[in-house]
């Protein structure tokens, strides 16, 4: 049975994985020969199928594309018989991260899902370990180291996070945005790349590897069955290379840093910055939830106001400054819409908020 196998590769929304730039770096190409230098097989047949010349492995710097990597991964997994690509003391036969997937299909949420998933990983090798955590609104997942994993080490632990972030968004159907992804390596020349393959912040000199992301993602119930299973484990090229168009807690996502940001989320742009996302992917996947940016925006900041107007006595400048306004002409002019008054009229004839 194919196994679901780790794909390293930038995502890119918009282009088929042979079109997509040359974004991977040579040195995940090199980790695999590596692979191949262990096991003593010749890595000749798998670099032509994937189209890496001996001059380009030879270039500093150098690059390849998600069609490459996918071929080159995929051959050498299936010719040396080992999905972790010699990561660990023993190998992980061709069909072990298939068995991992189907022991978690069955989960009624994501959170449950990925548990068993880290669980089940134990029994494959006890080189690493994995676990999920959570602490307030945000989700750890972390990689324990237990041997050395020598010249592999930032090849296994990129690839380990990215396979089990890649498994996360199929089983839900959504797009999970990484908060911030850690590692306990120094940055490496191609730094860069770190920012693609995670969505937000990547830092270096960690104590551990690990991706954070919000727990509200880990109580949507998976949205996949055996027979998607059974497809995805064909080719899971689309799990880890190809982003989600959808985000099924956008909006949520939207309410919330629109009230914890009022002063940096004054258009879409310092929206979307802070979303880890386009401004063209943020309306698209808004219109796609049935939502408009603007009525979001009115929504948040209205509560804001209304709070703000009954439980101080903060002059009404600042409570527009509180409510995400640049000025309070337009503040009122926009209160006034909202509810007929203006803010000192409404703060005059309304009950005011229990604890103010």
């Known amino acids: 049975m194919p196994s679901r196998a780790p794909r390293l590769a930038p995502a890119n929304d918009h282009l088929s994985p042979r079109l997509a730039p040359a974004a991977t770096p040579m040195a995940f190409v090199h980790a695999i020969l590596q692979a191949y230098h262990r096991y003593g097989a010749d890595p000749s047949a798998a670099l032509r199928k994937a189209q890496i010349t001996p001059e380009l492995l030879k270039m500093p710097g150098a690059r390849i594309n998600a069609w490459q990597m996918e071929l080159i991964s995929g051959t050498a997994m299936q010719e040396l018989d080992d999905e ?17 997937a189907r022991a978690s299909i069955s989960a009624p949420t994501l959170g449950i899902a990925l548990k068993r998933w880290c669980r089940h990983h134990s029994l494959l090798t006890d080189d690493i370990s994995l676990t999920l955590s959570t602490s307030g609104a945000t989700a750890t997942i ?7 994993l020598g010249l592999l080490r930032e090849f296994c632990l990129v690839s380990m996070l990215r396979n089990i972030h890649g ?34 912040p990547s830092s ?17 119930a998976l949205r996949r069955d055996e027979h998607a299973l059974q497809q995805m484990l064909q080719r899971a090229l689309p799990l880890t290379v190809l982003q989600y168009r959808r985000d099924r807690l956008l909006v949520q996502r939207v309410r ?26 943020l ?7 049935g ?23 903060r002059p009404i400048k600042q409570v527009a400054q509180a409510a995400g306004f640049q000025n309070e002409k337009s503040f009122i002019r926009a209160f006034r819409g909202w509810t007929g008054q203006s803010p000192a009229e409404y703060r005059r004839t309304a009950t005011p908020l229990a604890g103010g």
């Open 84 to 100: 972790a690509l010699g990561w660990f003391k023993r190998r992980l036969p061709w069909g072990s991260y298939g068995m991992l």
């Open 142 to 148: 972390a990689i324990a180291e237990h041997g050395d």
């Open 167 to 200: 498994l996360a968004c199929w089983l839900v159907d959504s797009r999970i945005p990484v908060q911030q992804a850690q590692f306990p390596f120094a940055a490496p020349p191609h730094r860069d790349v770190y920012d693609v393959l995670f969505s937000g």
């Open 204 to 220: 270096f000199g960690a104590a551990a590897a690990c991706i954070r992301f919000d727990t509200r993602y880990l109580t949507l």
């Open 256 to 281: 919330q840093v629109l009230t914890t940001h009022p002063e940096q989320t004054r258009n879409a742009q310092e929206l979307s910055t802070l979303l880890h996302i386009s401004p063209r992917t």
């Open 283 to 289: 309306h698209r996947q808004l219109k796609e939830e």
């Open 291 to 313: 939502a408009l940016l603007q009525t979001l925006k009115d929504e948040v900041r209205k509560a804001r106001a209304i709070e703000v107007l009954l439980r101080s006595s």
